[in-house]
């Protein structure tokens, strides 16, 4: 299947504009499994007045079984989509009821114990005033500041386990910039992508660095679920 993505890359890239070579590079793109670049076709193809159904099947599952939808696959690649593996593509994000996630992260084990990085205050049992002061409930509690919720002290307000992803092999990833994604609901790293291989990779407090899985670009490798 890669060469027949080959050849419909060399074909798109004669002619951008055809939406019909467009098309015909997004949808082998897709039957060899490269979903990302292919919703990147797919949506050009569209534009160009192409009719892509298929650009519908382009959905991606979590350790849940969820199914999570692709953002904004327009400005993922600059001209015709390379074949890039999914959890390699710069920028790539996914959304779930309204929570969004670098696709690389999508198959993290998640946090067992809370729900989006909070748990309920054991002080005050959730009520934000504190149960000890039930005739002044004018005063907030003092642990959650009356909130009724803190951070979790399981993974530290992430939601997921990123403690317990284990550094993948690769290249040597001798440099790294910083992944710029707004409205991360994780507070103590930094998504980074080695600029040699593409790999995700997350800077933690502190500075040291964890990477993907090196065959399935995925953290949490997901060569056999994702």
Known sequence: ?????????????????????????????????????????LSVASAYGADTESLAAVVFEDRQGEAWQLLDPEGLFTGVAPLTPDAR??????ERDGRTLPLALLAVERCPRCTNGETGCERCDGRGFDRHELAHRGRTCGQCSGNGTVLCEVCSGDAILVGEIEPGEGCGHGAIELEDVDELPFKRWSLARCTTCGLAGVELEGGSRRFACRECGFFGCACASV
Do not use: I, Q
């Open 1 to 41: 299947m890669d060469a027949d993505c080959r050849s419909t890359f060399r074909e798109a890239e004669a002619d951008p504009d055809d939406d019909g070579r467009r098309l015909a590079h997004g949808l082998a793109l897709l039957r060899a499994g490269f979903r990302v670049a292919a919703a990147y076709e």
């Open 89 to 94: 593509v710069r920028g790539a994000l996914v």
